[in-house]
Each structure stands twice: as C-alpha cells, then as structure tokens.
C-alpha cells in the first residue's frame, strides 16, 4: 500500500513497503534485484486496531530515523484517522509514539510523502456513486509533525473527475526539480478494472 526509499530517492537501495490486510512494514534491499528478501520492520501494537482492508497506506519519513505511518481510515479515539511515528534504526529500543489526521470527509488517506525541504505531504482520495472520483494533497509543516499530534495542514488541490483527469489516486512522491522546485508525483491504481479505471501518472509544482 505504501512504499518509501530509506534514503532520500535511493531508487536502488533499502526501501520500506507497508501492508494491508495482514498490517505491516517489510525492509528490502533493491541491490539484491528481484532476490531482494524481506526483513520486517519493528512498529507497534497499534496497529493491531486497524480495519481489515484499511491499513498502513502512508509511509514517509519525518525525519531520517523517524517514519510517519498513516491508516487509511481507521478511527482514533477522537474521530480522526490513526497514524503513528515510528523510531526507525534500533528494533531493540524502538519507540512507538501514536498521532493522528483530522479527518476530511469524504477523504481517506491513500499516500504520504516527505518533502524535500520538511514536512509531509499526504495523499487522499473519495469515490461515490454520485459524486465519482477525486483527490486532495494536504501539506503538513515539518512543525507539526511531532507526538501526539493532530496532522491538519493546508489542502492544496481538491479535484475531481469533472476539474482534471484523475482516478483511483494511491501513490504520492517528491523531489526537488533541476531548478530547485518541488516537484509531486500522483500515480493511480486501476484496480485491474481497464477500462473501467486508469493507471495514470501526473506531475505537479508545488510552490510555498
């Protein structure tokens, strides 16, 4: 559901894969190629409350040893979805530190991303009947990402199927461009559905 490179775009090294269903973090080691073997990645019991099919969708790193895990939809004590920092490096001294993401209805968390200069950039998406598919991206300030917190943020794009063309959107990524902006990436899943649903890739500049 959620993938993250353990150093920033190290497309070829470790990397951090989360799961659904059976919820958890796997570490592979990309220069390995395809005979990478799965090491689990310590997290705690909290995830434990998660729901079946609405599991660990955003995984990012806040900061190089801390990870930002995010629920999909799972309800925290007071309503709003259920996330958690991870201490990441030491399983013998690993620390888990609950947080959480007010929640947006009709959105639930499909992604998390770091960006290049702090912070967190979360992913979300609504489907209905009537109203079809949309997206948002919230921005968190570095600043606000500590424990016990209530992730909020800024929303910087709210679109729907009638505003530009996006699906099932599930993956969010970013980087620095060649001119110092930030640059995100959103890729959606089609479910195995074509052509009911798309795979599609689309770039935005993020401008502060």
Known sequence: EGMTSVL???VDGEV??????VHRIWRYDLSDGLGAIPEVVSTGNWLDALSFNEGLEGIAFAQTDILVALSENSDAANGDILGALESYGDAEMHVTEPLSVARRPPFLVTGAAAAPDGGLFILERRFSILGGVGMEIRFIPVGDIHPGARLNGEVLANLGFLDANVDN????????GTDGETLLYVLSDDNYQPPLQRTLLLMFEFRP
């Open 8 to 10: 920033p775009h190290d």
């Open 16 to 21: 951090l894969v989360s799961f659904e269903r």
């Open 169 to 176: 959107m599930e993956g969010i990524a970013a980087r620095r």
